[in-house]
């Protein structure tokens, strides 16, 4: 069983930054062999992408984050992260870590709320 816990979130201005974390609890090989990513559920919404890795490494971006997220992780630390820049109030939402391909698994979510 792989559990993954959010931090970062919470309440900045429209044009700041937040950086969210994600600790994994699988081993490294886990994280090297899977898809981790970032979504979104705003309210009354529907989860959506934000950020990923695939399988195979690649990146990907959904539309709300490109040009101003940064998705990174740590294979070490066991850790996946997003940087986002230049918020927006469109931003707001729960932010939930999540990794695919072997079982599917997502942690508790994390609040981030933009302010204008």
């Known amino acids: 069983q792989v559990q993954l816990a959010e931090s970062g979130g919470g309440l900045v201005q429209a044009g700041g930054s937040l950086r969210l974390s994600c600790e994994v609890s699988?081993?490294?090989?886990?994280?090297?062999?899977?898809?981790m990513g970032w979504y979104r559920q705003a309210p009354g919404g529907q989860r959506e992408m934000v950020a990923r890795?695939?399988?195979?490494?690649?990146?990907q971006y959904g539309d709300l984050a490109k040009g101003r997220f940064t998705i990174s992780r740590d294979t070490a630390r066991k850790t996946l992260s997003l940087q986002m820049n230049s918020l927006k109030p469109e931003d707001t939402g729960v932010y939930f870590c999540?990794?695919?391909?072997?079982?599917?698994?997502w942690g508790q979510g994390t609040q981030v709320t933009v302010s204008s």
């Open positions: 890795f695939t399988p195979g490494g690649s990146v």
């Open positions: 999540n990794a695919y391909g072997v079982g599917t698994y």
């Open positions: 699988g081993t490294a090989s886990y994280i090297r062999r899977v898809g």
